[in-house]
Nanobody
Framework: QVHLVESGGGLVQAGESLTLSCAAS????????MGWFRQAPGKERMFVAG?????????YYGTSVQGRSTISRDKPKNTVYLQVNSLTPEDTAVYFC????????????????WGQGTQVTVSS
């Protein structure tokens, strides 16, 4: 079992940056990748960014944040970070951290472990 806890959400102004953190505990070595997803009211949960848990730490980005975000990990701390720059009101959502023991995927149902989510609100 893996336990995930997100932090770093809040209210920001459009154009600003935000860094989210996800701390993992438990059987973290069982994971193959971790991802960030977001869900806005009335919308489906969508992939934002992901990173493999192997030595290569390969990053993946969704189209919504491509080019203005960075995902990274600190494996000794079992923590994954997501920095998003140039935030817009369209980035407003609950952001979830997730872990999978399957090969990396952008599909939420492939992830077995989920955090409780952290709210990000971007004001114009």
């Amino acid at each position: 079992q893996v336990h995930l806890v997100e932090s770093g959400g809040g209210l920001v102004q459009a154009g600003e940056s935000l860094t989210l953190s996800c701390a993992a505990s438990g059987r973290t070595d069982s994971m193959s990748a971790m991802g960030w997803f977001r869900q806005a009211p009335g919308k489906e949960r969508m992939f934002v960014a992901g990173i493999t848990w192997s030595a290569d730490a390969a990053p993946y980005y969704g189209t919504s944040v491509q080019g203005r975000s960075t995902i990274s990990r600190d494996k000794p701390k079992n923590t994954v970070y997501l920095q998003v720059n140039s935030l817009t009101p369209e980035d407003t959502a609950v952001y979830f951290c997730a872990g999978t023991t399957s090969p990396f995927s952008v599909v939420p149902t492939r992830y077995s472990y989920w955090g409780q989510g952290t709210q990000v609100t971007v004001s114009s």
